[in-house]
């Protein structure tokens, strides 16, 4: 199969570009598989796209390119197919519905999958007839706004499938949008085996990565190891990552009297060099739409502390058997759990073999496996056009109820094709 | 139908990888610190695969360089023959605990003959022996190598070479002190051991506090050391109290520096024994507010330099406003 994704921008270092990378990696072991990134910020991706993936760009946004379109008086236009409900709408335009429109009404491949979605919306109403369309949902339907839904409810019938990354925000899709004939599944995202030799559980380090945002709640976190801190002096806490509440958390670290013990590392990269340092991984947030960290560290041999929050977590790690889950926000809790995989050298290691055994299933061979499976099923199902011709007649007539039950009235604006 | 525009777009940016013919990329180094103290280059010649690349035959004089940066001069450059490694028949470089070499930074090359040398970029580091703080009674000198990516992206290695050596702990600050603790590698403490704060201004006179001796468990660190100290080395934990008010009044850089005793001298503090390079934005402490007896409002705070020396600042409070 010829597959490609649609990115917004394939240069970046967030987890969308990372998952895409290694979803398109493994998938071209067997197939031929390009990732189009609608913008290109640098010269050269941040991470690797891996062997025999393409990498191409439809809106060229660097200064100095002699193709930089930026200056496009098109690019002033607002988007028109790219919904407004989107969060990223101000940084398309209409050279961007152009440009996206273009590339998947030529398109050669035979699945074409999209990553956000406003682009799952041009996937959906603008890729030429014949390819399998796939929008993929890498955050969850639960933090879209009711504009948000009520679009996707009315687009989506002209997907093949919806992936999400949990089962439960699969079953979110199921019982909330209704959209008939779409095949939904929950597929994570997949993690590469690290390089390093896995932790020995033996260092005195809790460890924490991922952006210093609100919801990954690392005041809790820190709050915790006060407690630890009070009964381990000996342990100290790593927190690798960058982000606008940086300020805020070094006050609290300092406030607490914690700056012997607790670190802000900034960011790293591999941050799996920076795992196998530690013996346990914390995870404090109150939302992980799937909880990527909680697989690397998992990979690289350490239990996971982490809160019980929608939607990753609980469908990542077996409570008790590969590290332990606490109630989201539950500073006791949490500390609990910290100390009692730090007073117990010999649960720590052993949970930390589990969890290296267990997130193998996280494998980017396993993921595309699964994700083989269901483009295949979709490329050979009969009469796609016909059964979307009708899922849409279906699918708007749902939405017409929808707007009522969501509580919207004018959801469309931006969206029109 | 391809429409022009996008033509145009994906001519001009052309595939990142395409996978025959591709130029080789910059060859990389996985540098593992291993528990005996020496240093391993694992070389790989090309990126794509994660995997380690053929050696290129007939190359015996491939090398990985190490210059120091801004000196000449012998002892500002080492070459590490590369051999295949007898695990996985890469090829491999190696440091060893025992190898001298001068304070400061030194780049890494790969040197192969009839080439001028290039730039090696990290790959998968491996410090995890680095993280306790273990130390190698190997030799009559502190040594410590910290491999660290550069803000150009390439591989680059800080080194100390220290003897005696004053490696400072925990910090505790209240509102009228800092009590300090830390450990002397390679002198002896006598009772007349001191902490002295050495003013950049020289005008200033020196502010000198006892030491006592003190252990205490430091964070993430080995309880008992990986090797017992040996004559060479031996340790002694120390601690000291230091009053912000003999260091004021004034704005002023204060240098820590710990004297074993009367008749020797200072040995500079600093934060050495782990795997973080630059210690300045990682190990960060608060700031305390303290008049001097005029009532001039002062801010004060503990710091390290660039070099991972320990300092303390002491500020006018309107001087910290306007910053």
Not at chain 2, 231 to 249: D, E, K, W
């Amino acid at each position: 199969m010829h597959i490609s994704f649609l990115i917004f921008s394939a240069y970046g270092m967030g987890g969308t570009v990372r998952t895409t990378f290694n979803l398109a990696q493994a998938l071209a072991e067997q197939h031929e598989v390009e990732v189009v990134s609608v913008f290109r910020y640098r010269d050269k991706p941040f991470f690797e796209p891996g062997n025999g993936v393409r990498v191409r760009s439809l809106v060229d946004m660097r200064r100095r390119s002699p193709t930089y379109d930026g200056a496009d008086p098109e690019h002033a236009q607002p988007a028109r197919v790219f919904p407004s409900a989107d969060g990223q709408y101000a940084r398309h335009s209409a050279l961007t519905d152009r440009r996206i429109g273009a590339y998947l009404a030529g398109t050669e491949a035979d699945v074409v999958l999209g990553t956000r979605p406003g682009l799952n919306v041009h996937v959906a109403r603008q890729t030429r007839r014949g390819p399998v369309r796939v929008g993929q949902e890498h955050l969850t339907l639960a933090t879209h706004s009711a504009r948000m839904k009520l679009l996707l409810s009315r687009v989506y019938p002209r997907l093949d499938a919806v992936t999400t990354v949990t089962e439960a925000d699969a079953r979110d899709y199921r019982k909330t949008l209704r959209l008939p004939g779409v095949r939904i599944e929950g597929l994570p995202n997949s993690v590469p085996k690290p390089q390093v030799t896995p932790s020995d559980g033996s260092g005195k380090w809790v460890v924490a990565a991922g952006r210093l945002a609100p919801a990954k709640r690392y005041d809790v976190l820190i709050r915790a190891f006060a407690d630890v801190v009070r009964e381990r002096p000996d342990w100290g806490l790593r927190i690798y990552g960058h982000g606008r509440e940086r300020g805020k958390l070094r006050n609290l670290i300092d406030e607490l009297g914690l700056y012997n013990h607790v670190f802000l590392m900034g960011s790293a990269h591999p941050i799996e060099a920076e795992w196998v340092k530690g013996s346990i991984c914390a995870v404090t947030s109150s939302l992980e739409s799937f909880g990527m960290t909680i697989v690397e560290a998992m990979r690289c041999g350490l239990p996971v502390v982490a809160t019980d929050c929608p939607h990753g977590p609980g469908e990542i790690i077996r409570n008790g058997q590969d590290g332990l889950l606490a109630p989201t926000g539950d500073v006791s809790a949490i500390s609990g759990a910290l100390l009692r995989l730090i007073n117990d050298d010999q649960l720590r290691v052993e949970m930390g073999r589990a969890a290296l055994t267990a997130s193998a299933r996280f494998d980017p061979a396993d993921v595309a496996a699964r994700y083989e499976d269901l483009l295949t099923s979709l490329a050979g199902r009969p009469a796609g056009a016909l059964r979307r011709a009708r899922g849409t007649l279906l699918g708007g007539a749902y939405a017409a109820r929808e707007t009522v039950r969501l509580g919207v009235g004018h959801a469309l604006e931006g969206a029109r094709a | 139908m391809i429409h022009p525009s996008l033509d145009t777009a994906a001519a001009s940016t052309p595939d990142v990888s395409s996978p025959p013919g591709r130029k080789l990329q910059r060859p990389r180094a996985d540098c593992t610190a291993h528990s005996d103290g020496s240093l391993t280059f694992d070389v790989r010649l090309s990126d794509e695969t994660g995997k380690k690349a053929a050696a290129p035959e007939a190359d015996e004089h491939a090398a990985v360089l190490l210059r120091l940066r801004h000196h000449h001069g012998p002892d500002a450059s080492l070459s590490l023959p590369l051999a295949r490694a007898a695990t996985d028949g890469g090829l491999r470089a190696t440091l060893p605990a025992t190898t001298w070499l001068r304070e400061g930074r030194w780049d890494v090359y790969l040197a192969r003959t009839g080439e001028p040398p290039q730039r090696l970029l990290p790959g998968i580091p491996d410090l995890r022996s680095l993280v306790g703080g273990a130390l190698f009674d190997a030799h009559a000198w502190l040594g410590v190598r910290i491999p660290y990516t550069t803000k150009y992206g390439n591989l680059t290695i800080r080194t100390w070479v220290r003897r005696p050596h004053a490696e400072a702990g925990t910090l505790r600050i209240d509102d009228a002190t800092i009590a300090l603790h830390g450990t002397l590698y390679g002198a002896q403490l006598s009772p007349t051991a001191c902490l002295e704060a050495h003013p950049r201004d020289p005008a200033a006179p020196t502010v000198r506090v006892p030491v006592r001796p003190d252990q205490e468990e430091h964070p993430g660190r080995e309880t008992a050391p990986q090797h017992t100290p040996g004559p060479q080395h031996p340790q002694r934990g120390f601690a000291a109290v230091l009053p912000f008010n003999s260091l004021l009044p004034g704005r002023q850089v204060w240098d820590l520096w710990l004297r074993p005793s009367d008749s020797e001298d200072p040995v500079r503090l600093a934060r050495i024994l782990d795997d973080i390079p630059d210690k300045k934005h990682v190990f960060s402490y608060p700031s305390r507010h303290v008049a001097s007896p005029d009532g001039t409002a002062h801010a004060v705070r503990p710091y390290y330099t660039v070099n991972n020396n320990l300092a303390v600042r002491v500020r006018y409070e309107a001087s910290v406003k306007e910053e």
